[in-house]
């Protein structure tokens, strides 16, 4: 059959024509930019920890892995008898920061699960020990209260007004609309900081004047909050030091302020710890305790220290749940803790498991 040159043309263009749909469809469908990454679990689960949180942890904890993994292949891989181990043990957790009493606590649990003799054994029971120290109830249903008023307190230093940055960039992500409250007036550059954060993050923004009242701050933003139909007010506080009883004083003010303007409120109250202060956090946050009903605890900097067995000590010794974790500088890098996560991670050191 004589086909004519038109043809010929016609019908190869439609054919490239769709070969070239063909591919398009295929390399979207395989493009890393297309592929969803799994949804975190709840902050608080341990049914084993998704993927992208799992790396995330195991990034940030790779300086306390780093010590207390090497600590343990010595421990682990030597014969000894069970109790020699667990003497140990004990120290090494010691020198993670995880606290002698919670470190007791886990030593007691494991002389009382069976079958631990072996290396292996002894660390998956440890491992297990662990996550059931940080379970710790789900966070407080969001549904239904508008605007939610989060207060978050601290001392200076800990990296409480980035942690406001990232948590802000969080519900943002989330398609919250979001109000910064500069509540700490005392702080000569604070209300500025923060105000640049609120512009970069996209957020609405309440100050006053510099050493003006906190508490009227935090009036003004509730209200503002109320009349823009904000989804979340995160509201800062003076960095006070915890030993100064005028300051946690003030503080408290804050909080009876926010509950008379809107009943209820605040409905979070986050203080942050910086994870290389050691047993000091521990002591800020039992001060911060006695003063305020703290729901729970943003954790920072915990992937620049080796000695991130802190969480177990606040989680254990002063019974609040970490809520958040600082595990880098960027704004992403504020993530929901995870129980399954942050065991796995702390584990993970090849020679171990």
Known sequence: MDLSPQILIGGGAALLTALSVAILLLSN??????????????????????????????????????????????????????????????????????????????????????????????????????????????????????????????????????????????????????????????????????????????????????????????????????????????????GRLHVKANLMEELKKIVRVVGREMPGAPHEIYLVLDATTGQNALSQARQFQQAIPVSGVILTKLDGTAKGGSVLAVRSELGLPVRYVGLGEGLEDLRPFDAGAFAAALFDSGGLA
């Open 29 to 238: 469908k395989q493009s890393p930019e297309s592929t969803s990454e799994p949804t975190p679990s709840p902050v608080g689960t341990t049914d084993g920890p998704t993927p992208s949180l799992w790396g995330a942890f195991r990034v940030g904890l790779s300086k306390t892995r780093q010590g207390l993994g090497a600590r343990l292949k010595g421990i682990l891989g030597r014969d000894a008898s069970l109790e020699a181990r667990l003497a140990d043990l004990e120290e090494a957790l010691i020198l993670a920061d995880v606290g002698v009493p919670t470190s007791r606590r886990l030593l007691d649990a494991l002389r009382r699960a069976p079958d631990v003799e072996s290396a292996g054994a002894l660390l998956e029971a440890l491992r297990g020990e662990i996550r059931r120290i940080l379970e710790q109830p789900p966070a407080a249903d969001e549904g239904g209260v508008q605007p939610r008023i989060v207060l978050v307190a601290g001392v200076n230093g800990v990296g409480k007004t980035t942690s406001i940055a990232k948590l802000a960039h969080l519900y943002r992500s989330q398609g919250k609309k979001v109000l910064i409250a500069a509540a700490d007036t005392f702080r000569a550059a604070a209300i500025e900081q923060l105000e640049v954060w609120a512009d970069r993050v996209g957020c609405d923004f309440v100050k006053h004047q510099s050493g003006g009242d906190p508490s009227a701050v935090a009036f003004d933003a509730v209200k503002a909050a109320r009349a823009r139909q904000i989804d979340v007010a995160i509201i800062d506080t003076a």
